[in-house]
C-alpha cells in the first residue's frame, strides 16, 4: 500500500499547477446523493461532478461492474478489442440513430474526433476548400486547442498561438446568423442541443430543425455536441430524440461513464468509413475498465423508470426553486430541461453566482454555477426526492443569509 500521509487544501498551492481555484472543501466519500468531506461535514450533491455523477456516487450497479472487470483485465490498447467496449458500442449502437461508435477517455477527445472525422470526410468528398466549421458563440466543446477554439469563448482559446483556422461563430438560436456565414464550403456545424457551460439555453424547435435543413442544402455534417445533454440528463437517452432532428455525428462523455473517464463518438457507416486505418486513435480509448462501467450505466438508465423520474424530479426542482423564489426575489427566470437546470439571477443579484455556491456550500448543498449570474444544477438522475427537498432546504437558508 502506498503510504497515506495527510493533505489538505494548502497542498493544492504547493504542488498543483494553478489553473483551477478549488474550493476549500476536499470530499472524501459519498454514497448516492449525499457527500462526506475531510471533517465529516455532509453534503447533498446537486452538481453532480458536473453532470457526471447520473447515478449518484458509488451506485452498487456501477461498483460492481468496475469489480467485476478490475479482477479480469484492465487494458489492452487498441491493438487489440476487447469484450466490454464491443458490448457497449453495440448497446449504443442499437440506442441511438449511429451504426459505429469511436471511444475517447473525454468530451473533448469525442469532439475532437468528431471534428477531424468531419474535416476528413469533407475531403475526400467534395475537396480541401470544404473545411470551415460553424460553432455558435457562448458555446463550449472541450479545452484541447482545436475543439477549445471552436468553443465560442474567445479567451479561452486566446494566447496560445495560432488558432486552427477556417472556424466561424453564429448566434445561437438566431438561424439569421448561421444563413449569413453557411455556403458550400462549409464542412460541418458544431452544436450543443441545449447549451451547458454557456448558461443553460435551451434551443428553439424552428432553430434546430433549420440547422438541419441547412446542413442538407449545403452537403455540411451536423455535429450535436451531447457531452453534457446525454445519457438521459435532459429526460431522454439523448437530447436529440425529443428534437426532432437527427444528427450526423454525436459525441458523448461526462454522464457515459457515471465518474469514470470515457467519451464517444457515434456516427453513422458512410461517415465513419473515412476514419481510415491509422488515421485517428487513443491508447486508453475504450479501455475495458471504462466500457465496462459505461455499459453499467447505459443499461441502468436507458429504462422508461429512469427517464420518467428524471422529469418528475425536474418538476420538483423547478416548484422548490418557484417556491424560494417567490419568498426571496432573486431570479428572474428558472430554466433548461430535465436535470440540467439555470436558475438565473435578477438585476439584483448579477455577477453574484459564485457566493450564491459558496452559501449554499455553508449549508451544506454542493451546487454548480453557469456563468457568473446562474447557478446551475445537475444532480444525479436517481437522486431521492427525499434528498431534492432536504437540499433545497439548505438552498433556502443559503438565500436567506445573502439577501438578509
Ligand atoms: C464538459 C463539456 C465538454 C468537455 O468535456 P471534457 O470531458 O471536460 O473534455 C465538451 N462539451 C460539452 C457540451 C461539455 O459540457
Redesign the pocket.
Known amino acids: 500500500m502506498s503510504e497515506h500521509f495527510p493533505v489538505s487544501r494548502d497542498t493544492f498551492d504547493e504542488v498543483m499547477v494553478p489553473n483551477y481555484a478549488p474550493s476549500a472543501v476536499i470530499p472524501v466519500r459519498g454514497q448516492g446523493s449525499r457527500v462526506w468531506d475531510q471533517q465529516d461535514k455532509e453534503y447533498i450533491d446537486f452538481a453532480g461532478g ?2 457526471v455523477n447520473c447515478l449518484g456516487h458509488c451506485h452498487p450497479t456501477l461498483v460492481g461492474a468496475l469489480k467485476e472487470q478490475s479482477e479480469k483485465i484492465w487494458h489492452v490498447s487498441n491493438v487489440m478489442t476487447n469484450e466490454p467496449a464491443l458490448r457497449l458500442a453495440k448497446k449504443l449502437v442499437d440506442a441511438t440513430f449511429a451504426d459505429k461508435v469511436y471511444f475517447a477517455n ?4 469525442s ?1 475532437e474526433a468528431a471534428l477531424k472525422l468531419a474535416r476528413r470526410w469533407a475531403l475526400n468528398e467534395f475537396g480541401a476548400e470544404k473545411s470551415q466549421i460553424i460553432a455558435f458563440k457562448q458555446g ?4 484541447t486547442f482545436f ?1 477549445v477554439t471552436v468553443g465560442g469563448q474567445e479567451t479561452y482559446s486566446a494566447g496560445f498561438g495560432p488558432r486552427p483556422a477556417d472556424i466561424d461563430h453564429a448566434e445561437y438560436n438566431n438561424l439569421d446568423s448561421v444563413k449569413a456565414l453557411i455556403s458550400d464550403k462549409t464542412c460541418a456545424i458544431m452544436v ?1 442541443p441545449l447549451q ?2 454557456g448558461g443553460i439555453i435551451s434551443p428553439t424547435a424552428e432553430f434546430i430543425q433549420g440547422l438541419r435543413e441547412l446542413c442538407n442544402e449545403h452537403n455540411a455534417l451536423l455535429i450535436f ?1 451531447e ?2 445533454t446525454g445519457a438521459g440528463r435532459l429526460g431522454e437517452l439523448y437530447a436529440y430524440m425529443d428534437l426532432g432532428v437527427i444528427p450526423d455525428i454525436l459525441t458523448s ?2 454522464g457515459l461513464g457515471g465518474g469514470f473517464p470515457i ?1 464517444a463518438m457515434l456516427t453513422t457507416t458512410a461517415i465513419a468509413k473515412h476514419l481510415t486505418i491509422g488515421t485517428h486513435g487513443s491508447t486508453y480509448g475504450g479501455n475495458p475498465l471504462a466500457c465496462a462501467v459505461a455499459e453499467a450505466v447505459i443499461d441502468t438508465i436507458n429504462t422508461p423508470e429512469i427517464l420518467a423520474g428524471v422529469k418528475a424530479k425536474a418538476q420538483l426542482y423547478t416548484d422548490g426553486l418557484n417556491a424560494i423564489n417567490a419568498k426571496y426575489k432573486v431570479f428572474s427566470e428558472i430554466r433548461g430541461k430535465g436535470l440540467l437546470i439555470g436558475a438565473v439571477l435578477n438585476e439584483q443579484y448579477q455577477g453574484k453566482a459564485v457566493d450564491f455556491l459558496n452559501a449554499a456550500m455553508a449549508e451544506g448543498v454542493m451546487t454548480l454555477i453557469a456563468g457568473a449570474s446562474i447557478i446551475r444544477f445537475a444532480p444525479s438522475l436517481v437522486i431521492p426526492d427525499k434528498d431534492i427537498f432536504e437540499g433545497l432546504t439548505r438552498f433556502e437558508k443559503a438565500v436567506a443569509s445573502l439577501t438578509a
Do not use: L, Y
Not at 473525454?106 to 477527445?109: F, M
Open positions: 458536473i453532470a473525454s468530451g473533448a477527445e469532439n463550449f466543446h472541450g479545452r475543439t450543443e451547458g457551460e455536441d457531452v453534457q462523455a461526462k467519451g
